[in-house]
């Protein structure tokens, strides 16, 4: 029995010290070297171009982590999942054009805002005078990536209310539905609409309708809830603005109006 008691007692000291050598997230991510970064696909942020990873937050992480250290390794997700994918450890952070919202302020630690955007609504060229209204939109097919800002404007604003809503597995699936005629339309990111529709695009065919506005908003990277990588990221963000690195960088992938100059 005391030796029962010894093995028990044991392995109750290494759950403690396991759980004070991880109770740093960054130590955590330090001591393994690798920082998994949580992402999908969409151009301009990250997106394949000749099987090469690339895209403004794929330049933008790996300058980070090269000044942080740590070795950078992209893994795509799902979007619907992405806070128990963090919260699991299967990635440690989320770094793709992620919308600030207090509901993910609830849920997860969110880095100091480095870029505008907002949510718009696509359809085809030539439906561009077809909605006008809530009316318009009763019979559409209206379609948004599942857990985005898209489908929050999707669901909850009153100009959708009688439009058939399916969501979808990523804003790229959402723009592809509408250019292949499944759907009316999808609501995006602008940043998304800026890299992937109208001309020398793929999907030049399709428009943004600058009859409805949405609110503004504001782009953050997630950590898990109470990490303190997010204090060690935005000291490196704050350099990268100074330096004038992230203007730079957006001005490649045609974001230079989005990029928030100041911390807020």
Known sequence: MKKIAALLMALVMLCVCVSCASSSDAEYIEEKGTFIIGITYYEPMNYLDGGELTGFETEFAKKVCEKLGLTPVFQEINWETKEIELAGKTIDCIWNGMTITP?????????????????VLVVKKENLDKYTDAASFSKAKLVAEAESAGETVAK???LFAEAEYTAVDSMKTAIMEVAAGTADACVVDYVTSIGMIGEGTSYSGLAVDGDFAFDEETYGIAFRKGSDMTEKVNAVIAELLSSGYLETLAEKYKLEDQIIKAAE
Request: glycine share 0%; hydrophobic share 25%.
């Open 103 to 119: 509901k993910r302020l609830e849920t997860m630690s969110i880095s100091t805002a480095y870029m505008s955007n907002k949510q």
């Open 156 to 158: 909850e604003n009153s």
